[in-house]
């Protein structure tokens, strides 16, 4: 047929075949994509209603969950009062406890019971019911509603829709799952979203290396304990928040702590670490809540009660601000109101009446007291210093000497003395003292002298010591000389001022309880660990250069310039020369300006939301110096009582206790300071004693809430001032807290 001839219609017709439409092919792909976009919404509306189906399920099984948790608390409340009817044994508090069966029977229900009204399922799987009930069509027909609703709980929905889809029934009968609607899918979503939200958002505390090292399973000769200062840290950080000052992160990290549900603090003046260790046996409870115990450095007991330094923090949000208002910046206001000098003084041997800081007059050379740069304890462990603390640290530093035999209280007139030394490295391998440089406060050189290494020198490192071989060849002094010419050239109270000066008392093989280290309380890069070097700070405020001889340093010219900078900041403010406290100070300012008089800048905005007020329970009256600290909270904010300080001073222990476990909800910080008498730790009571304390501390760990933190404080005696601190976070599974420790 020819290529231009065209079939006839009636023919074609005839043949019984359709007559083919012509279609573009856009229009074939918009076919084609019709066709395919309704596969898709036909596989997406039945993966749809297989996941309502599922989560219907889900629904069943948390109704039973929930069911199962009201019946094992009904059954643990029945326990609990036919327990306390029987009569337990009296405990501190006089007061029937709930007694040990009742917990092992909730552990061995895999339940743990809360104190907020609920029960929460441990880790710990229920042990399976081995009475099992097998249905058979005989017991079917013959089954009462209470054996079905046995069955029930014992075979969850989930399990028999799988065995009947494995015998080849229908996958979900209509009747035994009741069809989701939208807005119960999306309802049913968003409680899910939550319960994971509640389950991932919890607080966590982890040990750093620091941390790991006070943990009691260190042996003693490598043990260094935490100050009360970290613990002030933590609890700071708690109820300020991240943006907190003073963070605990010299011995541990925190993790999710915005989710801290409260704080409650248990301070027991008169136990100590010999006690706590002696009758471990009898601390049933407090061992199995507590993971994370550590040693605790304790101020001496004459300084008064640890209370008095805990509460040193702010106790509340508004006085945190009033802090800020008056020094510029919380780290500020935190340095000026805490004494540097409160653990030296209970490792040195100070004597004399009072702590001899707080003179009425400041130096006439200074406009804040000079004894507020002093290195405290935990500053001087951090940066290396030699310090004589029990543990590792004592032994590592038991040849060195003391500069003096004793020492007086610093005070704000206390002299200041510009120190440094010049090395050589030795045949030992270590760097050895061959110069030391002293001068006053009027940049008089007040000792100069070579030394004579132990050891033979291998290395002059004359570029940075300008020391030479020749220098050093009609040198015959040693370094007991220079101790002990040191020793009495210093008074009792001397200050010694350098850059990094734990190198030089290192060099020098010495102790000394008062320092001011140029390279912490002067710092240019915003970084604290990231130190600036001697000759730039001269450079930045002194506008002088040094250390540009050809021949090395020269040790006299290194000590004036280090006097110069401590006498130019304390002429000035404490944030002089600190570029983060400038920083902080100059970022307040901006909130302030920008938010006026209200709390509304990310520093206070978290503590300010769930401050609701801290509360502390004593056993007797508050010591005057708490009783000033709690005033001047109070005159923050008169008026407001949401965020104010309440006390309550109570006569029992028992009445304390009793105390804490009505109002600890209501606070966001709870302290609560339990004396234990020294007669309590004699020979035949000790064991008692300890039983006795053990149920005090179980009794108030069922007080905290969940994602509450719990820290009790063993606050040493008169015989051993050695303290405990053992720190917990409740989980909803109500087990110890702590997650795994980690290095730094």
């Not at 339940?111 to 081995?130: I, L, M, P, Q």
């Not at 003693?220 to 109820?239: H, K, V, Y």
């Not at 008026?639 to 104010?644: F, I, L, N």
């Not at 933190?709 to 976070?729: D, N, R, T, Y």
């Amino acid at each position: 047929m020819a290529p231009n001839q065209q079939k006839d219609p009636q023919s074609v017709e005839a043949s019984g075949r359709t007559p083919m439409v012509q279609l573009t092919r856009a229009e074939r792909l918009k076919i084609r994509l019709v066709n395919m976009k309704e596969q898709v919404s036909a596989k997406q509306q039945e993966r749809s209603e297989k996941k309502k189906k599922k989560l219907a399920a889900l629904a069943n099984l948390m109704d039973l969950n929930d069911r199962d948790r009201v019946h094992e608390a009904e059954l643990a409340r029945k326990r609990d009062s036919e327990s306390k009817s029987s009569g337990a044994e009296a405990d501190l508090t006089d007061e029937p406890q709930t007694n040990k069966s009742h917990h092992e029977a909730e552990r061995s229900s895999g339940v743990e019971a809360a104190d907020d009204g609920f029960f929460t399922v441990s880790s710990k799987r229920k042990v399976k019911n081995r009475h099992t009930i097998r249905s058979t069509p005989e017991q079917t027909s013959t089954a009462d509603a209470t054996d079905a609703e046995t069955v029930h709980i014992d075979q969850p929905q989930t399990k028999r829709i799988r065995k009947d889809e494995a015998a080849g029934g229908d996958s979900l009968p209509d009747d035994t799952l009741v069809t989701l609607s939208e807005e119960q899918y999306k309802a049913l979503s968003a409680d899910l979203r939550r319960r994971k939200r509640r389950l991932q958002d919890v607080p966590a505390l982890r040990l750093r290396e620091m941390g790991q090292r006070a943990l009691l399973e260190t042996p003693q000769d490598a043990r260094t304990p935490i100050f009360l200062s970290d613990i002030q840290n933590l609890l700071m950080s708690g109820m300020i928040g991240q943006k907190s000052p003073c963070r605990p992160d010299r011995w541990c990290s925190t993790e999710k702590w915005v989710s801290l549900s409260h704080s409650v603090v248990v301070i027991l003046e008169g136990l100590s670490l010999y006690h706590y260790l002696s009758n471990e046996s009898q601390f049933e409870a407090t061992n199995r809540i507590f993971n994370a115990k550590l040693e605790l450095m304790l101020p001496q007991q004459a300084e008064g009660m640890i209370i008095d330094e805990i509460a040193q923090i702010p106790l509340t949000s508004v006085q945190a601000k009033k802090l800020i208002d008056e020094h510029g910046c919380l780290e500020s206001a935190v340095a000026l109101n805490q004494d540097p000098t409160l653990f030296v003084r209970g490792i040195f041997n100070i004597s004399g009446e009072g702590p001899g800081m707080e003179l009425p007059h400041l130096h006439p050379d200074d406009k804040f007291p000079r004894t507020k740069l002093l290195l405290s304890a935990l500053q001087m462990v951090d940066e290396g210093y030699p310090i004589p603390l029990q543990g590792e640290l004592h032994s590592r530093f038991r040849a060195y000497k003391f500069t003096k035999p004793s020492y007086k209280p610093v005070n704000n007139h206390s002299p200041m003395y510009g120190v440094d030394c010049e090395m050589c490295r030795t045949v030992a391998g270590v760097n050895e003292l061959t110069r030391i440089s002293i001068v006053d406060e009027e940049y008089r050189t007040v000792y100069e002298t070579l030394v004579m290494p132990d050891n033979r020198i291998v290395d002059y490192l004359t570029q940075y010591s300008g020391i030479t071989e020749d220098i050093m060849k009609q040198v015959t002094k040693q370094l007991k000389d220079v101790q002990r010419e040191v020793s009495a050239l210093l008074p009792d109270d001397a200050i010694l001022v350098g850059q990094s000066l734990n190198s030089d008392l290192n060099a020098m093989r010495m102790m000394h309880p008062y320092v001011i280290d140029t390279s912490v309380c002067f710092n240019m890069s915003g970084i604290r660990r990231r130190k600036s070097k001697l000759k730039h700070l001269a450079m930045t405020f002194l506008k002088e250069t040094i250390q540009e001889n050809e021949y090395g340093h020269d040790s006299i010219e290194d000590s004036r310039a280090t006097l110069k900078l401590v006498k130019m900041k304390l002429a000035n403010s404490i944030e002089f020369g600190d570029e983060i406290m400038t920083q902080q100070k100059r970022l307040q300012e901006i909130a302030n300006a920008c938010s006026g008089d209200s709390i509304t800048n990310n520093m206070f905005a978290h503590s300010a939301k769930r401050d609701r007020r801290t509360a502390i329970v004593n056993v007797g009256d508050l010591q005057p110096r708490l009783k000033e600290i709690i005033q001047k909270a109070e005159q923050v904010v008169p008026k407001d009582t949401s965020s104010a300080v309440l006390v309550h001073e109570v006569a029992t222990t028992k009445e304390a206790v009793r105390k804490v476990t009505e109002i600890a909800l209501e606070n966001s910080l709870t302290i609560a300071n339990l004396p234990i008498p020294e007669e309590d730790f004699l020979l035949d009571k000790a064991e008692r004693s300890a039983a006795k304390i053990d149920k005090v501390i179980e009794r108030l760990w069922n007080t905290v809430a969940h994602n509450g933190l719990f820290l009790v404080l063993m606050g040493g005696s008169a015989e051993c001032p050695k303290g405990v601190a053992k720190i917990a976070i409740k989980r909803l599974n109500g087990t110890e807290q702590t997650s795994a420790p980690i290095n730094s």
